[in-house]
């Protein structure tokens, strides 16, 4: 199948479709908050010091071994190694992350939208009863908006690489840069915005200590689509003329400069509206952030704007979030699709049936974990609680996972690959890099402190989140 692959017809669509894929959920609401939790000015500043230092270079290996392969991760793995079996598990482990977040995705972005069609109808005051989030996930009504979900994100997919993937991206990603920035616009506007905007970025390194850093680090890592073979899958798709390096790197400034951007909306909003906000008490979580405090934040604007005027603001907020949810949906979806295709011989329609089927059982059993049925809510038990069977697959995949799997790139690239190969695939079509200092620092980094810091991160979550203890103190 390689032979006729399908390819971007840009660098500027590649870029778009692996920027629309980094910039998510998590970008613009999760982030912001932690970070004003967490140092605010300090934070932003170590988060961009991993991302230039640690995952960039994760991220170029990830994107090298796509493209020199040209196959989806399973098969990067089979081809770079040489056919290895060991390394299998490895690709395997690449598809299936994928494959399992795009099932806890879905369930979010489905909410996601849920909210988006309620504030189209003038639901904005219901959405802002502190009690309506717990009903409306438990309603059948979800499933209605699932099977809405999952027709555009197959619409887009079953158009391929360019019809669909490309175009998508480039009609969303600059949508929604357009929608933040006149939503920035507004809320700075608004009464005691500036207090909001101080705490984002004053720092305060005294809220450094080792969690925050893990922290930081995994949300770099999420947020940047790394170690979800996200990156493999899209690099496969580009041209030996292009220039990963340069690709990488924009695709990385763009996810952190949105993140940034949206703080710059979230925090004078949740100032404005209560100008005494203890930010040690927000929830870190974007979940309950997005659907439980900003639609009363949103409705509150109608002191200003009137409740059509607060209405319009909140359908533009979630259109956003939406926005940046379905490209990223995409994009996880991709990486499944592929492997059907390269590795079984699928068609395009049948990889994307096989997996509506598959992800579209999973979503329903994961939606159905929230209190509609019990064996689903209580699904397990570890880690000195029940967890339903939601949790599970995100404890498992997100926390857990990730951070393997960008382990197994950095040993794979180094010690199975090497060094050498990873370099010529990177100089092509960036011939400044070859012998470069970054060259050195991947080099450098890449086989020695990068996989070890992966290393520790996941012991370390597999010590506190399943058996309630901590190795290593935070
Ligand atoms: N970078 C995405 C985000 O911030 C992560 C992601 C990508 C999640 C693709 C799911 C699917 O939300």
């Given at each position: 199948m390689s032979a006729n692959r399908e390819h971007f017809s840009s660098r500027l669509g590649f870029i778009l479709a692996a920027a629309g894929s980094a910039v998510g959920i998590g970008n613009l609401v999760g982030f912001p908050v932690s970070a004003t939790k967490n140092g605010g000015g300090a934070f932003l500043l170590v988060y961009a010091l991993f991302v230039a230092f640690i995952c960039l270079p994760v991220m170029m290996a990830e994107m090298a071994m796509g493209r020199k392969s040209q196959k989806d991760p399973y098969g990067a793995y089979k081809d770079l190694s040489g056919g290895d079996k060991r390394w299998s598990i490895a690709g395997g482990l690449a598809v299936l992350t994928p494959f399992m977040i795009a099932v806890f995705y879905m369930v979010i972005t489905v909410w996601i939208f849920g909210y988006l069609v309620q504030t189209a109808m003038g639901n904005l005051d219901a959405l802002a009863n502190p009690s309506h989030f717990g009903q409306f996930i438990n309603q059948t009504s979800v499933f209605w908006y699932m099977l809405l979900v999952g027709l555009i994100v197959n619409l887009i997919l079953v158009g391929g690489v360019k019809q669909g993937i490309e175009k998508a991206a480039k009609f969303l990603m600059p949508t929604l840069f357009v929608l933040l920035t006149g939503l920035v616009a507004y809320v700075l506007t608004l009464d005691n915005a500036m207090a909001g905007v101080r705490y984002y970025i004053v720092p305060d390194f005294s809220k450094m200590d080792a969690s925050v850093l893990n922290g930081a680090l995994s949300q770099a890592f999420f947020s940047l689509s790394l170690g979800m073979g996200i990156l493999m899958t899209y690099a496969s798709y580009i041209s030996k003329k292009d220039d990963i390096v340069g690709g990488a790197k924009m695709v990385a400034i763009t996810d952190s400069l949105v993140a940034f951007i949206a703080g710059l909306m979230v925090l004078p909003a949740i100032f404005s509206f209560n100008p005494a906000t203890n930010t040690d008490e927000l929830s870190e979580s974007s979940v309950s952030m997005i659907f439980e405090f900003l639609p009363k934040i949103l409705l509150a604007t109608q002191s200003d704007i009137g409740y059509v005027g607060a209405s319009i603001v909140a359908f533009i907020f979630f259109l956003l979030v939406f926005f940046a949810a379905i490209t990223s949906l995409v994009s996880i979806v991709e990486v499944p699709t592929s492997a059907l295709m390269e590795?079984?011989?699928?068609?395009r329609k049948t990889a994307l049936l096989v997996l509506a089927a598959s992800t579209g059982l999973l979503t329903v059993l994961c939606t159905m974990s929230f209190g509609m049925v019990d064996w689903l809510t209580q699904f397990v038990n570890y880690g000195g609680a029940n967890k339903s069977l939601f949790d599970l697959v995100y404890d498992v995949?997100?926390?857990?996972i990730l951070p393997l799997n960008g382990l197994m790139v950095c040993l794979f690239v180094i010690y199975r690959w090497k060094k050498s190969n990873l370099n010529a695939e990177l100089e092509?079509?960036?011939?400044?890099?070859?012998?470069s200092f970054g060259e050195k620092y991947v080099n450098f980094s890449l086989s020695t402190f990068i996989p070890v810091i992966l290393l520790i991160i996941f012991v370390n979550t597999v010590s506190t989140k399943f058996f309630a203890f901590s190795i290593f103190g935070f």
């Open positions: 590795e079984k011989n699928l068609s995949f997100y926390d857990t092509q079509g960036c011939e400044h890099y070859k012998g």
